[in-house]
């Protein structure tokens, strides 16, 4: 599903502050990846990782506010989000501090989403906006494993991270599993109207 700036109008610019801000999420990706599977680091793995998870956000903010809304940033933006989800759940379930049945059961969500958009939407230049219960579901999620990872890790406030992580993933897995209906239904809408 593309975009984050509803119906801004955008532009074909490439090096706009958004997309650089994308780009620099996508560039940590490797780095929080390679410090969480390693027993040393994997406390600031995880705090990176939660960082670039956080600023999800951000790129979005500064794209609408500037007036810097590109149809690159609208494609960009949610796969930065989707490529550190994936790649953080990955290297967190290899470091065996996130079980592999949750982290499936986001991926898959994910894909599915993935090869929707693909097989329906194909080629066309339907546009299908991102609804604020895929927003909400994202975000749980997105805090959810960190906080679950944080106190599998028996970091301080470990055990309060845990059922405040479990409570949040079941409500968070929930949202995006009926967000992903949400856009099933929108898009075939807009391919009938099309």
Not at 95 to 101: A, C, K, N, Q, Y
Not at 144 to 163: K, N, R
Request: with cysteine.
């Amino acid at each position: 599903m593309k975009g984050t700036a509803g119906s801004a109008p955008s532009s074909s610019a490439i090096l706009t502050v958004p997309n650089l801000l994308s780009f620099a999420r996508i560039a940590l990706i490797p780095l929080f990846c390679w410090w969480i599977v390693h027993e040393d680091t994997t406390t600031a793995g995880l705090v990176l990782f939660a960082v670039v998870l956080a600023t999800d956000w951000v790129d979005g903010w500064v794209a609408r506010r500037t007036g810097q809304v590109s149809e690159l940033g609208k494609i960009l933006d949610p796969v930065a989000d989707r490529v550190a989800i994936g790649a953080g759940l990955i290297a967190l379930v290899i470091r065996g501090v996130f079980p592999l049945w949750a982290a499936l059961l986001i991926l898959v969500r994910d894909v599915a989403i993935l090869v929707m958009g693909a097989v329906l939407l194909g080629g066309r230049k339907i546009r299908i906006d991102v609804r604020w219960i895929g927003k909400l579901g994202t975000f749980s999620l997105m805090a959810a494993v960190t906080w679950i990872s944080w106190g599998t890790l028996d970091l301080p406030l470990g055990e309060a991270a845990l059922v405040v992580g479990w409570i949040t993933f079941a409500v968070g897995i929930v949202e995006s599993y009926v967000a992903a209906l949400v856009y099933l239904g929108d898009a075939r809408r807009a391919l009938a109207a099309a």
